[in-house]
C-alpha cells in the first residue's frame, strides 16, 4: 500500500517562499508518476504540477515561473518549490501518486489513485 505523507506547508505573506515536500512509502513499482495537486475553499482540485520517473515534468500555468517540481528518489521524496507566492495560491495541497505518467492528464486528479491526506498552504496580501 502507497502511503503519502505531506508536509512544509504554512502561512506566509504575498510574495513569500515555501517548500513542500511529500515523503513516500510502501511503493514497489520501478515506474512512477507523481504530482501535486490544490483545492481552495469551494472550488474544485486542481493540477499544479507533475513530475515522472525519468524527471520530465509538467506545471499548470498559473504557476509556471513561480513553482518548480523536483524529486530525490533515493529518499522517495517530492518536493514543490514555491516562490512569488500569491494570495490566489491559498489551498489545501495534495501529493499523488500513481505507476506511470502517460495514458491520461497528468494535471487531472482523476488520473491519480494514491493520495496523501494535505498540508495547508495561505498566502496573505
Known amino acids: 500500500q502507497v502511503h503519502l505523507v505531506e508536509s512544509g506547508g504554512g502561512s506566509v505573506q504575498s510574495g513569500g517562499s515555501l517548500r513542500l515536500s511529500c515523503a513516500a512509502s510502501?511503493?514497489?513499482?520501478?515506474?512512477?508518476?507523481m504530482g501535486w495537486f490544490r483545492q481552495a475553499p469551494g472550488k474544485e482540485r486542481e493540477g499544479v504540477a507533475a513530475?515522472?520517473?525519468?524527471?520530465?515534468?509538467r506545471h499548470e500555468d498559473s504557476v509556471k515561473g513561480r513553482f518548480t517540481i523536483s524529486q530525490d528518489n533515493a529518499k522517495n521524496t517530492l518536493y514543490l518549490k514555491m516562490n512569488s507566492l500569491k494570495p490566489e495560491d491559498t489551498a489545501m495541497y495534495y501529493c499523488?501518486?500513481?505507476?506511470?505518467?502517460?495514458?491520461?492528464?497528468?494535471?487531472?486528479?482523476?488520473?491519480?489513485?494514491?493520495w496523501g491526506q494535505g498540508t495547508q498552504v495561505t498566502v496573505s496580501s
Open positions: 499523488a501518486a500513481r505507476t506511470y505518467c502517460s495514458g491520461g492528464s497528468v494535471l487531472a486528479p482523476w488520473f491519480f489513485s494514491y
Open positions: 510502501g511503493y514497489t513499482y520501478s515506474s512512477r508518476c
Open positions: 513530475i515522472d520517473s525519468f524527471g520530465t515534468t
